[in-house]
């Protein structure tokens, strides 16, 4: 299978972070996996959404942090995409978890700046855990002390960071956090970023090449990086 993962599931054919942009990657056997934001509610129910406000994405206004999952259930997440998609609603984790479990791996990212979301990661290990998806899942985040966080409440779950450039102190910060995955923004891709990574074990996800020519840079670097697309049919 070759490594194609669903950049907020095919957010290309249907409204990103929702269950029918999951659903249309599940469907595809050939989409390896499928990468999805983590955020949480007023009470503390982990939702899936990127954006840290309401308005891109859904008819609501204001920041997710600041309703409750009944709040947020009653609001659009599809029509700004298309109208047939008007049904559409901010998924929780658990409802995720229950349609994607034995059929997809998971990138989780645990959507976070500062101290927004106090026990996002506890949150999230509970709800993969269970559902016993340990081995379905990796978590990942731009904030190194919650990726720290996940290797501390369990060694089951595969963790990861995420980037922009190479940093000069990457080796020593995956080794801090205990994570084996590097999520890269891919114009930073490198063939010796690559093969010194490779080498090390660690997997490599390069994010969000688009354009056939973009994924096709990739490719050539090495066979073994997980592309994370909106397209992913563009990847075959």
């Excluded at 290309?12 to 595809?28: H, V, W």
């Excluded at 904030?143 to 779950?157: A, F, G, P, W, Y």
């Excluded at 080498?199 to 090495?222: D, F």
Aim: with cysteine; glycine share 6%; hydrophobic share 40%.
């Amino acid at each position: 299978m070759k490594p194609i993962m669903a950049h907020r599931g095919w957010s290309s054919r249907a409204p990103e972070n929702t269950l029918a942009a999951i659903k249309l990657a599940i469907d595809e056997k050939w989409i390896q996996s499928i990468e999805l934001d983590v955020q949480l509610t007023k009470d503390g129910v982990p939702v899936m959404i990127h954006d840290f406000r309401l308005e891109r994405t859904t008819n609501g206004i204001g920041f997710v942090k600041d309703l409750s999952l009944k709040e947020l259930k009653k609001l659009d997440a599809g029509t700004w995409y298309s109208p047939k998609y008007q049904d559409e609603k901010i998924p929780t984790l658990e409802e995720v978890l229950q349609l994607c479990k034995g059929k997809k791996r998971l990138n989780l990212e645990l959507k976070t700046a500062g101290n927004m979301y106090k026990g996002l990661a506890n949150k999230v290990v509970q709800c993969v855990q269970n559902m016993n998806m340990d081995l379905e899942v990796v978590i990942t985040s731009f904030d190194h002390e919650e990726v720290k966080r996940v290797r501390e409440l369990t060694s089951c779950i595969q963790t990861g960071l995420i980037i922009v450039g190479n940093p000069t102190l990457l080796n020593e910060q995956l080794e801090h956090v205990e994570a084996n995955t590097i999520s890269i923004s891919f114009p930073f891709l490198t063939k010796p970023f690559v093969d010194s990574h490779l080498a090390k074990g660690r997997k490599i996800v390069a994010w969000t090449p688009n354009s056939a020519q973009e994924i096709e840079y990739v490719k050539r670097l090495s066979g073994k990086i997980e592309v994370c697309t909106d397209y992913p049919e563009r990847a075959l």
